[in-house]
């Protein structure tokens, strides 16, 4: 990535002002109906640092003549827990106590609204009310690789970010995991970027602002204006600067799993040794490593992961019986894409976030480290690897850089 060229607030605020495919930010507002004005944020999973740039957003705002106690900050969670206050301070910055802020939830019926169109894949569509039935929105995400849906950010943020469990369950079923379009770093054909981005179309944001960050998480670009027009720059942009393509397969591929907040449960860890896999030889190893502060991932993925441990394929078995439905399955069929290519013995994982005990149960080739041991426990390990000859790569970011196959691949999925 380039260095950035002025603060996080600076670049942030041009890209509103200058605004691709559509008016500039205070010309939108110009046109907002009657209703608040929703301002859709990601959740502490990402590492946007809003705090650095979202008090300047809102002064954007009321100069364009929204009075903040018109403003609403919906926290797009998708799938994921609540935000806790300390996160929100954290997150927000100064903008925390200014403002009102709720967390989208996606199992609250009240909280729902159902459209009347069928997403692209045909599924009933039921969004955040709030965001609905808003007199403006704004959404603001990451644009980074993403292992099953392309890129992350734009529509996303709408789906899954703010829809119902029943929505995303097409979003996220084994027929679009195991579709070879559904992958890091492609748009085309993608189902999941399609059935996302026709959900999106049905409740349009009035204005988007996506960032670009570097491994230091220092905003380099923002991207403005009309919902698939700045979508579309952005991800050119960061397809260019996080997508090296693969000369050739190493042996051996050591990743993390980006860090804190990405790596905080194995569930998001599963992003990292997922998205390096066209850097490795069929056969060959995955060495990756991950905090997992925050344990395994909801009681369901838990449960489903204790579940078949060690059962990776009767899972994909049973994953496409009709009416099979464990919330957050979708990371274990992509985890099994990672045990089809290296083989169970040779997907290795290191944390000293979770027990051994845990870890075992977590269909990986489990080394648990003492508290702060991560990077002797991975020395040894690479040492025993690169005892055997041939080459190993490193992907130092994990998942926020994605390696991509002279043939255009870039992640086999599971199934």
């Known amino acids: 990535f380039p260095a950035p060229v002025a603060t996080a607030a600076g670049t942030v605020l041009e890209a509103a002002r200058r605004a691709v495919g559509g008016p500039p930010l205070r010309d939108a507002l110009t046109r907002r109906r009657p209703g608040e004005v929703v301002v859709v944020i990601s959740d502490a ?3 946007i640092p809003y705090a650095d740039f979202l008090p300047e957003l809102l002064a954007e705002l009321e100069d364009g003549g929204v009075a903040r106690h018109e403003v609403l900050v919906l926290v797009a969670t998708g ?11 954290r997150m927000l910055g100064s903008a925390a106590g200014t403002c009102r802020v709720v967390d989208h939830d996606a199992n609250q019926d009240d909280q729902l609204v159902e459209l009347p169109e069928r997403s ?14 808003a007199g403006f929105r704004l959404i603001t995400g990451l644009v980074e690789p993403h292992f099953m849906a392309g890129f992350s950010g734009g529509r996303k943020a709408v789906c899954p970010g703010l829809a119902s469990l029943e929505t995303v ?6 027929a679009f995991m195991s579709d070879p379009r559904a992958r890091n770093a492609s748009l085309s054909g993608n189902p999941c970027h399609e059935e996302a981005l026709s959900i999106a179309r049905m409740a349009p944001p009035d204005f988007t602002l996506n960032v670009a960050l570097d491994p230091a998480r220092r905003v380099v670009r923002a991207f403005g204006g009309e919902m698939e027009a700045a979508h579309e720059a952005a991800c ?3 397809r260019e600067c996080a997508c090296p393509p693969v000369e050739r397969e190493a042996d051996v591929v050591v990743t993390s799993s980006g860090g804190h907040p990405l790596d905080a449960t194995f569930y998001q860890c599963v992003k990292g040794f997922v998205s390096c896999l066209p850097a490795v030889r069929e056969g060959g190893a995955v060495v990756a490593l991950g905090g997992c502060t925050e344990g395994i991932g909801s009681p369901q993925y838990e449960g489903l992961m204790k579940r078949y ?7 994909l078995d049973d994953v496409r019986a009709p009416g099979f439905f464990v919330k957050d399955q979708w990371q274990f069929q ?5 045990l089809a290519k290296v083989g169970p013995g040779s997907l290795h994982f290191v944390t000293d976030g979770l027990p051994a005990e845990e870890l075992a149960q977590l269909s990986v080739t489990s080394h648990a480290a003492p508290p702060g041991e991560v990077e002797a426990v991975c020395q ?6 690169a005892a055997a000859g041939g080459t190993v790569a490193l992907l130092p970011e994990g998942p926020y850089c994605t390696p991509v196959a002279p043939d255009g691949r870039s992640t086999p999925l599971g199934g």
Do not use: I, Q, S
């Open 45 to 47: 999973t990402r590492p």
């Open 79 to 89: 799938m994921h827990r609540p935000t806790t206050p300390e996160e929100r301070r």
């Open 120 to 133: 692209w894949a045909g599924a009933r569509v039921r969004l955040n009310r709030r965001y609905v039935e």
């Open 169 to 174: 369950r097409r979003f996220h079923g084994p």
């Open 236 to 238: 050119r942009f960061v």
């Open 309 to 315: 441990a060690g059962k990776w394929r009767r899972f």
């Open 334 to 338: 992509l985890h099994a894409g990672a």
């Open 380 to 385: 040894e390990l690479l040492n025993e690897l």
